[in-house]
Structure formats: C-alpha cells, structure tokens
C-alpha cells in the first residue's frame, strides 16, 4: 500500500511561484510512476504532469508546458511539481498519484485509470 500526502499550496498572485510536495510511504516508491492532476472548481480532474520511475522522462499538459516542472527525490520518496509564472486558471485542488502497474519501464502513464494510489489535494489559488 502507498500513501501519499501532498503539501506547498497556497494562495499566490498571478506571475507568482509555488513547489508543490508529494511525500509517499510504503515500498517500492522508485519502480512508481508519479503524476499531478488537478479539479477545478466545476471542473473534471485533468492531467498536469507526470515522470517516470528513474525520472529519465517527463510529460505535461500544454497549458503547463514551460511554467511547470515535475521532479522527484528517489532516496527522499517524494515528488515535486514546481509551478511558475502562475495564472488564475491554474486555481485548482492539485492531487499527486503513483502507478505500480508498469514496474520500471520507461512508460509514462497520463490517464487517471492508469494510477492506482492518489493522494487528498493540496488547494493552489492564483489571484489576478
């Protein structure tokens, strides 16, 4: 079993930064995939970012691409999403999910079926 407990949201100003955390317990954190997603108010959860298990390879979102930054700390068993110049559509709950299903291949999985262990949310609130 994996937990996974998610902090660094916050309230920010639009142009602003924020690092998201994603500590996880429980065995085999570096044969796991790891992933952000986010819910928007009224919205459906989307996919924002995700890494494989060696962090040998990374995909994001289009309209994240080149303001956020997802990383992880094997030794640390934890998972970072770095988000810059933030704009107020990026207000959202931000949830991290592992996927063990792939083992350690270089498949990066973006679908939330994919991921089988998520995490509560941590709030991110960009004002304008």
């Known amino acids: 079993q994996v937990q996974l407990v998610e902090s660094g949201g916050g309230l920010v100003q639009g142009g602003g930064s924020l690092r998201l955390s994603c500590a996880t317990s429980?065995?085999?954190?570096?044969?796991?995939?790891m992933a952000w997603f986010r819910q928007a108010p009224g919205k459906e959860r989307e996919f924002v970012a995700a890494i494989s298990w060696s962090d040998s390879r990374t995909l994001y979102a289009d309209p994240v691409k080149g303001r956020f930054t997802i990383s992880r700390d094997n030794a640390e068993n934890t998972v970072y999403l770095q988000m810059n110049s933030l704009k107020p559509e990026d207000t959202a709950l931000y949830h991290c999910?592992?996927?063990?299903?792939?083992?350690?291949?270089?498949?990066?999985?973006?679908?939330?079926?994919?991921?089988?262990?998520w995490g509560q949310g941590t709030q991110v609130t960009v004002s304008s």
């Open positions: 429980g065995r085999s954190f570096s044969s796991y995939a």
């Open positions: 999910a592992a996927s063990g299903r792939y083992g350690r291949s270089f498949y990066v999985p973006r679908t939330q079926r994919e991921y089988d262990y």
